[in-house]
């Protein structure tokens, strides 16, 4: 579908320009594309990646004080390779002889703990996440401003931006944006995966990949010598997205102790593979649960490494797609927004809750393509407790229809929320 096509990403809108005074460092994934939106963006600039030894010798016998000269204004690939030279980039900046330098790193862990004690306070950040729905579907390029999700986020007025758009799309348009979703859920948005024409092949890749990020990122975040217990973990953690974590059952399930439980989840985390989603923070309705919930940010890597396959849909799945979604808009483009879940001890659950400065949204997760007044009582549960903080309650769904379900109430599709 996209195997002949140059996708657009959302993130390079908000990278700087190359005569900005600012050190941009861009970190995500391995195979989210850093590489080929960093070129793109900058391509006038030299280009250095560490994952040539040649590199990491070369750059690493330039002299502190020549780097402004040797180097200069570069864009320096995988970083964390090499740590030692972000004490020169440091030097080369806090001295003037470089105004701007591109980094880019797989680790962030590594790559934090070095800006944190070398470079804070002169780095820009930014992540770049598997491709996104509307990427998917705008492959030519989308503006941020033409986003449901953003413009939902940005006024604090949901009637107002849902009375602008039409109630159903049509023909061609919903067929595109139905097989992108199909393949995010299915197939995931790994850069090389959108590329590859044949569902074998995506499989093989898939399985590599896995591979791959057990040798390299994690021999890059810890000494582990045996990755048997690790591998087994991964496969645990899989077949629990979307589900309240507990490290007391993974560990008993993984045959390892709780504390090494934690820091196999930390390894996930920082690498970029997991996410935690936090509860919310206020008691609204009733006492809640102080625990977290595990999403993959990339569904064909979670189905890869559970062993559910590429055939299965289900809520699971479904979920996992939409929490992924909303975390990739969010951090990709810096909102100002904070996602969190409701969940209370007596069993009342809300699957996602969005505070932005002018309240709070809450949205249900239904994996069908009908929806019914009885998907929204928890919704106008909690709308009531919340208020007037409260800006509106929505359903996605797998559906084609905008449709209003009460006051400031809404059952809005996924491909329309996203695309």
């Known amino acids: ?178 097989a992108a979703e199909s393949w995010l859920n299915t197939w995931g948005g790994m850069a090389p995966v959108i590329h590859i024409d044949t569902a074998q092949n995506r499989r093989f890749w898939l399985n590599d990949y896995a591979m791959a990020y057990l040798e390299r990122d994690l021999a890059d975040l810890a000494s582990l010598h045996d990755l048997k217990p690790f591998r087994k973990f991964q496969q645990i953690s899989a077949l629990r997205a979307a589900n309240l974590l507990s490290y007391t059952e993974l560990a008993k399930d993984a045959g390892i102790g709780i504390e090494t439980a934690r820091r196999y989840m930390e390894y996930l985390r920082i690498s970029y593979q997991t996410f935690l989603l936090q509860p919310f923070h206020k008691n609204l309705t ?32 479904y979920e996992n797609y939409i929490a992924s979604e909303l975390m990739k808009f969010i951090r990709s483009t810096r909102a100002e927004a904070k996602l969190s879940f409701y969940r209370t001890r007596s069993g009342m659950e809300i699957d996602f809750l969005l505070e932005t400065k002018h309240g709070i949204m809450g949205f249900e997760v239904k994996s069908r393509e009908t929806v019914s007044a009885s998907d929204f009582t928890n919704l106008n549960r909690l709308a009531e407790a919340a208020s007037p903080e409260w800006l509106g309650g929505f359903v996605i769904y797998r559906g084609n229809r905008i449709e209003p379900f009460g006051k400031s109430s809404w059952a809005i599709p996924s491909v329309r929320l996203f695309g």
């Open 1 to 178: 579908m996209w195997e002949n096509k140059q996708i657009n990403r959302i993130a390079s809108h908000l990278l700087p320009d190359a005569d900005a005074r600012q050190i941009l460092l861009l970190t995500g994934a391995r195979q989210t594309g850093k590489t080929s939106l960093v070129r793109k963006q900058y391509h006038t600039l030299p280009y250095y990646n560490l994952d040539a030894i040649e590199f990491r010798d070369q750059l690493s016998a330039i002299s502190t004080f020549s780097w402004a000269r040797e180097v200069g204004v570069a864009v320096i690939d995988e970083i964390q390779k090499e740590p030692g030279l972000f004490d020169k980039i440091k030097f080369a900046f806090d001295d003037g002889g470089v105004k701007f330098s591109v980094l880019t790193g797989s680790s962030q862990i590594l790559l934090l703990k070095n800006i944190q004690e070398t470079l804070a306070g002169r780095v820009t950040l930014r992540e770049l996440f598997p491709f996104m729905l509307g990427e998917l579907i705008n492959p030519g390029g989308i503006a941020l401003e033409s986003m449901l999700l953003f413009n939902l986020i940005l006024s604090g007025n949901p009637e107002k931006i849902l009375k602008t758009q039409g109630s159903v799309i049509m023909g061609k348009e919903w067929d595109q944006a139905k």
């Open 286 to 317: 009733s006492s809640l649960v102080k625990t977290p919930k595990l999403y993959w940010f990339d569904n064909g890597l979670l189905r890869h490494l559970s062993g559910l396959g590429f055939d299965l849909d289900n809520g699971q799945l």
